[in-house]
């Protein structure tokens, strides 16, 4: 359990840095909300510690998501500044806004290609490196490198497109 807890640590870590200064959620927060929700998880086949980690990361990238609509922010930025993807990984004041509009992108990704949409959320939202990622998703890390590639332009795009 402790070593889980440390991974789960170091993950809610990689997540609340993006976020912006004076963020009211605590990385421990963060922590304790993605294990309640894995634990309520009862349909779940666990495989192996990697779709453990990959199940939690998209668990925290909800709880943030959740979080940053509750707090009121508009929807696609209200009157955020426009930003690529590379840029949303940058701690700023429209972070939370931004983390919705990437998300509402991401959703939307979903529909077309799952996989691409897997990657964005293992690399971006929980820092696994690409073969960490190949390893969740059991494909090739050439494949989660091509894809990560195409994912990020197709985000950036839609994200360009829904703020004009």
């Known amino acids: ?62 709880i943030l998501v959740d979080y940053a609509r509750s707090r009121g922010y508009a929807k696609r930025g209200g009157d955020a500044r426009q930003v690529s993807l590379d840029e949303v990984a940058i701690v700023s004041e429209e972070r939370a806004a931004d983390v919705v509009a990437l998300d509402d992108a991401l959703t939307s990704l979903a529909t077309i290609d799952s996989r691409k949409s897997q990657i964005v959320e293992l690399r971006f939202f929980s820092g696994l490196s690409i073969e960490e990622t190949a390893e969740v998703l059991a494909v090739s890390p050439g494949t989660v490198m091509r894809d990560w590639a195409l994912a990020k332009a197709w985000l950036r795009r839609e994200m360009t497109a829904d703020s004009n």
């Open 1 to 62: 359990m402790p070593l889980v807890y440390d991974e789960l640590r170091r993950m809610a870590h990689q997540h609340m840095r993006k976020e912006r200064p004076g963020h009211t959620l605590q990385t421990s927060a963060l922590v304790h909300e993605a294990f309640v929700r894995l634990v309520d998880q009862s349909e779940v086949q666990w495989q192996n510690r990697a779709h453990f980690f990959g199940i939690a990361a998209q668990m925290m990238r909800r």
